[in-house]
Nanobody, 124 residues
Framework: QVQLVESGGGLVQTGGSLRLSCAAS????????MGWFRQAPGKEREFVAG????????YYVDSVKGRFTISRDNAKNTVYLQMNSLKSEDTAVYYC?????????????????WGQGTQVTVSS
């Protein structure tokens, strides 16, 4: 089992920044590729960003490219999502997820463990 706990969400104005963190415990963190997903009310869960288990390959949905950065610190068992230039359409609950594989994917079906989510609200 892998336990994931997100933090860092909150209320921010349009154009602002937030940094989400996801702390992992339970298994060897570096064995897992990690992903960030989000879900807005009435919408399906959406892939946001992924990072392979060594941290040298990252993936983003087009809508966040150039604004969001995913990173990981395997020594701290933590994955991060730096979110800049936030827009109202970024408002959602953000989830981190772990995949027992070298590589991240964009499908939530491929992930084995999930955090409880953290709310991000961007106000205009």
């Amino acid at each position: 089992q892998v336990q994931l706990v997100e933090s860092g969400g909150g209320l921010v104005q349009t154009g602002g920044s937030l940094r989400l963190s996801c702390a992992a415990s339970g298994r060897t963190f570096s064995d897992y590729a990690m992903g960030w997903f989000r879900q807005a009310p009435g919408k399906e869960r959406e892939f946001v960003a992924g990072i392979n288990r060594s941290g040298d390959m990252t993936y983003y949905v087009d809508s966040v490219k150039g604004r969001f950065t995913i990173s990981r610190d395997n020594a701290k068992n933590t994955v991060y999502l730096q979110m800049n230039s936030l827009k109202s359409e970024d408002t959602a609950v953000y989830y981190c997820a772990a995949r027992n594989s070298p590589f991240a994917t964009g499908s939530h079906y491929d992930y084995d463990y999930w955090g409880q989510g953290t709310q991000v609200t961007v106000s205009s």
